[in-house]
C-alpha cells in the first residue's frame, strides 16, 4: 500500500474488556515497530518485529499487552483486560531494512483508544 | 538504556523568524538523529534526519546539527511560516541489530503567529 495504515482508528473500551488494534506495514518492509503515546508526550517503544520474529518486546507495559506478526507483514496489538491508563494513541511504524539504524521509520495515522 | 531529553517544551515565534528546538541524548552509541513533525491527529512525519558521520545537513528552511562530544543536536527552522505550526520531536537511534528502534523527546510545541 501507499502507507503504513491502521485500524480502528478509534476504539472506546470498557475497563476489563480486551481489544486489538490492527497494522498494515508499507508492502516489503521488513521491521515494524509499536508504539504507545499518550496526550502530550513523545511516541514510546512497545516491541519491535522483524519479519514474524519478535526480536524485541522491552517496552511492553504489563503482561496485558502482547503483539504478534505471524505471516510477516500484518500485525496485531491486542491489549487484555485494558484499563484506565491504556488510553492512548497506539502507532504502528515500519522500515525496508532487515537490520541497522539509520533507516527511515514510517508511521500510520495510529489508533486512539479510550478506555472508559 | 537511552534517553533523549528536548527542550523547550513550547515555542511561539513571529512569521518570518526562527526557530530552535534542541535535545539531548545518553547514549554515546546513538548514530542516528531524526526530527519527526506531528500536526494535531496526524502521523509523525520526518522532517529531516542527521547520521553520527556528519556535523550539519540542510534542507531548504530546515537545518539540523549535531554535536557528538556534547551528545546533543539541534533543529533549526528560518523563515517560519504559519503553517510550520505543529509538534515537532526529536529521537535517537543506536540499537544496531534491533532495526533501529527510536527513543523520542517529549516534543515542542511551536506555534508560528502570522
Known amino acids: 500500500g501507499a502507507g503504513v495504515s491502521q485500524s480502528p482508528r478509534y476504539k472506546v473500551a470498557k475497563r476489563g474488556q480486551d481489544v486489538a488494534l490492527r497494522c498494515d506495514p508499507i508492502?516489503?518492509?521488513?521491521?515494524l515497530f509499536w508504539y504507545q503515546q499518550a496526550l502530550g508526550q513523545g511516541p514510546e517503544f512497545l516491541t519491535y518485529?522483524?519479519?514474524?520474529?519478535?526480536?524485541?518486546k522491552s517496552g511492553l507495559p504489563s503482561d496485558r499487552f502482547f503483539a504478534e506478526r505471524p505471516e510477516g507483514s500484518v500485525s496485531t496489538l491486542k491489549i487484555q483486560r485494558t484499563q484506565q491508563e491504556d488510553s492512548a494513541v497506539y502507532l504502528c511504524?515500519?522500515?525496508?531494512?532487515?537490520?541497522?539504524?539509520?533507516?527511515?521509520?514510517?508511521f500510520g495515522e495510529g489508533s486512539w483508544l479510550t478506555v472508559v | 538504556g537511552e534517553n533523549v531529553e528536548q527542550h523547550p517544551s513550547t515555542l511561539s515565534v513571529q512569521e518570518g523568524d526562527s526557530a530552535v528546538i534542541k535535545c539531548t541524548y545518553s547514549?554515546?552509541?546513538?548514530?542516528?538523529f531524526p526530527w519527526y513533525k506531528q500536526e494535531l491527529g496526524k502521523r509523525p512525519q520526518l522532517i529531516i534526519d542527521?547520521?553520527?558521520?556528519?556535523g550539519e545537513k540542510k534542507d531548504q528552511r530546515i537545518a539540523v546539527t549535531l554535536n557528538k562530544t556534547a551528545k546533543h543536536f539541534s533543529l533549526h527552522i528560518t523563515e517560519t511560516q504559519p503553517e510550520d505550526s505543529a509538534v515537532y520531536f526529536c529521537?535517537?537511534?543506536?540499537?544496531?541489530?534491533?532495526?533501529?528502534?527510536?527513543?523520542f523527546g517529549q516534543g515542542t510545541e511551536l506555534s508560528v503567529k502570522p
Open positions: 529521537a535517537a537511534s543506536s540499537n544496531y541489530n534491533q532495526g533501529g528502534k527510536l527513543i
Open positions: 542527521i547520521r553520527s558521520n556528519v
Open positions: 518485529f522483524q519479519n514474524e520474529a519478535q526480536l524485541d
Open positions: 511504524a515500519s522500515s525496508l531494512a532487515l537490520s541497522g539504524s539509520g533507516n527511515t521509520i514510517y
Open positions: 547514549d554515546s552509541a546513538s548514530n542516528y
Open positions: 508492502s516489503g518492509h521488513v521491521s
